[in-house]
Protein backbone atom coordinates (compact mmCIF):
# COMPACT_ATOMS: atom_id res chain seq x y z
CA UNK A 1 0.00 0.00 0.00
CA UNK A 2 2.92 2.59 1.26
CA UNK A 3 4.88 1.66 -2.14
CA UNK A 4 2.16 2.11 -4.24
CA UNK A 5 1.28 5.73 -2.44
CA UNK A 6 5.30 6.68 -3.15
CA UNK A 7 4.85 5.53 -6.98
CA UNK A 8 1.59 7.63 -7.39
CA UNK A 9 3.54 10.22 -6.10
CA UNK A 10 6.33 9.67 -8.15
CA UNK A 11 3.81 9.54 -11.04
CA UNK A 12 2.37 12.96 -10.28
CA UNK A 13 5.50 15.02 -9.92
CA UNK A 14 6.84 13.55 -13.32
CA UNK A 15 3.93 14.57 -14.83
CA UNK A 16 4.21 18.10 -13.04
CA UNK A 17 7.24 18.07 -14.53
CA UNK A 18 6.32 17.61 -17.89
CA UNK A 19 3.55 19.85 -17.96
CA UNK A 20 6.46 22.36 -16.63
CA UNK A 21 8.12 21.72 -19.50
CA UNK A 22 5.55 22.50 -21.69
CA UNK A 23 5.08 25.84 -20.69
CA UNK A 24 8.53 26.83 -20.91
CA UNK A 25 8.67 25.18 -24.48
CA UNK A 26 5.38 27.38 -25.34
CA UNK A 27 7.15 29.91 -23.97
CA UNK A 28 10.28 29.81 -25.99
CA UNK A 29 13.05 28.53 -24.42
CA UNK A 30 14.77 25.39 -25.70
CA UNK A 31 14.83 21.74 -25.14
CA UNK A 32 18.45 22.76 -24.67
CA UNK A 33 17.97 25.42 -21.47
CA UNK A 34 15.06 23.32 -20.57
CA UNK A 35 17.23 19.83 -19.99
CA UNK A 36 20.77 22.14 -18.95
CA UNK A 37 19.17 25.05 -16.78
CA UNK A 38 17.88 23.11 -14.07
CA UNK A 39 16.49 26.50 -12.09
CA UNK A 40 14.64 27.03 -15.08
CA UNK A 41 11.28 27.25 -13.88
CA UNK A 42 12.00 29.32 -11.11
CA UNK A 43 14.38 32.18 -13.50
CA UNK A 44 11.40 32.25 -16.24
CA UNK A 45 9.31 33.16 -13.75
CA UNK A 46 11.37 36.20 -12.57
CA UNK A 47 10.56 38.58 -15.44
CA UNK A 48 6.57 38.01 -15.60
CA UNK A 49 6.77 38.75 -11.46
CA UNK A 50 9.08 41.91 -12.45
CA UNK A 51 6.30 42.76 -14.62
CA UNK A 52 3.56 42.34 -12.45
CA UNK A 53 5.36 44.11 -9.67
CA UNK A 54 6.01 47.23 -11.68
CA UNK A 55 2.82 47.33 -12.69
CA UNK A 56 1.11 47.47 -9.53
CA UNK A 57 3.50 50.25 -8.28
CA UNK A 58 2.73 52.24 -11.12
CA UNK A 59 -1.23 51.86 -10.68
CA UNK A 60 -0.60 52.42 -6.44
CA UNK A 61 1.29 55.94 -7.71
CA UNK A 62 -1.79 57.28 -9.26
CA UNK A 63 -3.60 57.14 -6.15
CA UNK A 64 -5.88 53.96 -6.77
CA UNK A 65 -3.78 51.57 -3.80
CA UNK A 66 -3.94 53.79 -0.34
CA UNK A 67 -2.69 50.87 1.53
CA UNK A 68 0.83 50.87 -0.10
CA UNK A 69 1.19 55.02 0.73
CA UNK A 70 0.71 54.02 4.54
CA UNK A 71 3.17 51.05 4.26
CA UNK A 72 5.69 53.08 2.94
CA UNK A 73 5.54 56.82 2.95
CA UNK A 74 8.86 57.14 2.12
CA UNK A 75 8.20 55.76 -1.45
CA UNK A 76 5.16 58.35 -1.55
CA UNK A 77 7.59 61.14 -0.43
CA UNK A 78 10.21 60.40 -3.15
CA UNK A 79 8.49 59.43 -6.51
CA UNK A 80 4.92 61.25 -5.83
CA UNK A 81 6.59 64.27 -7.54
CA UNK A 82 7.54 62.71 -10.55
CA UNK A 83 5.13 60.33 -11.11
CA UNK A 84 1.92 60.63 -9.40
CA UNK A 85 -1.14 61.78 -11.43
CA UNK A 86 1.14 61.57 -14.45
CA UNK A 87 1.77 58.26 -17.51
CA UNK A 88 5.36 58.94 -17.65
CA UNK A 89 6.18 55.66 -15.56
CA UNK A 90 3.80 53.51 -17.69
CA UNK A 91 5.36 54.88 -20.33
CA UNK A 92 8.45 54.45 -19.54
CA UNK A 93 7.77 50.77 -18.17
CA UNK A 94 6.22 50.10 -21.86
CA UNK A 95 9.35 51.14 -23.36
CA UNK A 96 11.62 48.88 -21.43
CA UNK A 97 9.32 46.37 -21.33
CA UNK A 98 8.95 46.51 -25.19
CA UNK A 99 12.47 45.66 -25.26
CA UNK A 100 12.13 42.16 -24.75
CA UNK A 101 10.33 42.24 -27.77
CA UNK A 102 12.90 43.19 -29.82
CA UNK A 103 15.69 40.97 -28.42
CA UNK A 104 16.39 37.69 -26.75
CA UNK A 105 16.21 38.69 -22.86
CA UNK A 106 13.51 40.98 -21.48
CA UNK A 107 15.20 44.06 -19.20
CA UNK A 108 14.05 42.13 -16.50
CA UNK A 109 16.25 39.54 -17.36
CA UNK A 110 18.93 41.81 -17.87
CA UNK A 111 18.22 43.29 -14.52
CA UNK A 112 19.08 39.85 -12.90
CA UNK A 113 21.66 38.47 -14.71
CA UNK A 114 23.67 41.80 -13.97
CA UNK A 115 22.84 41.53 -10.20
CA UNK A 116 20.45 39.33 -8.46
CA UNK A 117 22.13 36.49 -9.95
CA UNK A 118 25.33 36.80 -8.48
CA UNK A 119 23.81 36.84 -5.02
CA UNK A 120 21.54 34.22 -5.26
CA UNK A 121 24.40 32.00 -7.46
CA UNK A 122 22.04 31.17 -10.11
CA UNK A 123 22.82 30.08 -13.57
CA UNK A 124 21.88 33.63 -16.15
CA UNK A 125 18.53 33.31 -17.14
CA UNK A 126 18.80 31.97 -20.49
CA UNK A 127 17.68 34.04 -24.06
CA UNK A 128 13.98 33.54 -25.34
CA UNK A 129 12.64 32.74 -28.24
CA UNK A 130 9.55 34.23 -30.59
CA UNK A 131 6.57 33.87 -27.98
CA UNK A 132 8.33 35.10 -25.25
CA UNK A 133 9.06 38.21 -27.75
CA UNK A 134 5.67 38.50 -28.58
CA UNK A 135 4.70 38.39 -24.97
CA UNK A 136 6.92 41.35 -24.29
CA UNK A 137 5.93 43.36 -27.63
CA UNK A 138 2.36 43.01 -26.05
CA UNK A 139 3.28 44.11 -22.67
CA UNK A 140 5.04 47.13 -23.65
CA UNK A 141 2.34 48.10 -25.66
CA UNK A 142 -0.41 47.70 -22.91
CA UNK A 143 1.91 49.81 -20.71
CA UNK A 144 2.67 52.42 -23.42
CA UNK A 145 -0.92 52.29 -23.86
CA UNK A 146 -2.01 53.05 -20.15
CA UNK A 147 0.55 55.20 -19.79
CA UNK A 148 -1.28 57.40 -22.44
CA UNK A 149 -4.68 56.79 -21.03
CA UNK A 150 -2.97 58.71 -17.67
CA UNK A 151 -1.74 61.94 -19.59
CA UNK A 152 -4.70 62.44 -21.51
CA UNK A 153 -7.07 61.88 -18.74
CA UNK A 154 -9.13 58.82 -20.09
CA UNK A 155 -9.09 55.95 -16.62
CA UNK A 156 -10.58 53.34 -18.95
CA UNK A 157 -7.59 53.69 -21.38
CA UNK A 158 -5.33 53.77 -18.47
CA UNK A 159 -6.61 51.31 -16.47
CA UNK A 160 -7.81 48.52 -18.05
CA UNK A 161 -4.49 47.78 -20.20
CA UNK A 162 -2.28 48.44 -16.62
CA UNK A 163 -4.62 45.69 -14.58
CA UNK A 164 -4.68 43.13 -17.47
CA UNK A 165 -1.36 43.49 -17.75
CA UNK A 166 -0.73 42.90 -13.79
CA UNK A 167 -3.29 39.98 -13.96
CA UNK A 168 -1.74 38.26 -16.60
CA UNK A 169 1.77 38.58 -15.82
CA UNK A 170 0.95 37.55 -12.66
CA UNK A 171 -1.04 34.53 -13.90
CA UNK A 172 2.74 33.77 -16.18
CA UNK A 173 5.01 33.91 -13.02
CA UNK A 174 2.89 32.17 -10.61
CA UNK A 175 1.41 29.19 -12.90
CA UNK A 176 4.33 29.01 -16.17
CA UNK A 177 1.03 29.64 -18.10
CA UNK A 178 1.22 32.96 -20.61
CA UNK A 179 -1.42 34.02 -22.07
CA UNK A 180 0.48 35.73 -24.52
CA UNK A 181 2.89 32.77 -25.57
CA UNK A 182 -0.58 30.78 -25.45
CA UNK A 183 -1.95 33.50 -28.48
CA UNK A 184 1.45 32.76 -30.34
CA UNK A 185 1.11 29.56 -30.02
CA UNK A 186 -2.47 29.99 -31.83
CA UNK A 187 -1.60 32.54 -34.29
CA UNK A 188 1.71 30.93 -35.92
CA UNK A 189 1.25 27.66 -34.83
CA UNK A 190 4.01 25.65 -36.83
CA UNK A 191 6.20 28.62 -37.20
CA UNK A 192 7.93 27.98 -33.89
CA UNK A 193 9.96 24.41 -33.36
CA UNK A 194 11.31 24.79 -29.67
CA UNK A 195 12.33 21.02 -29.73
CA UNK A 196 14.56 21.72 -32.18
CA UNK A 197 15.72 24.56 -30.32
CA UNK A 198 15.33 26.78 -33.00
CA UNK A 199 14.74 30.58 -31.90
CA UNK A 200 12.82 32.51 -34.54
Given amino acids: MAVEKIQGLSGAKNEMKEQAKRLLLMQGFCQKDIEGVPQLGGLARWTPLSCAVFGTAGIWLQGVLPLGGFLCPCVITGVTGLWLGSGW ?32 RT ?25 IGFL ?49
Fill in 89 to 120: FFIALGLLTLTGGMTARSIYDRLYNATLRHLF
Fill in 123 to 147: PPVPQHGSPRKFGCAIGGTMYVVSG
Fill in 152 to 200: VGNYWLAFIPAVFMVVFATIAGLTQWCFASAIYAWLFEGEYNPKAGLRN
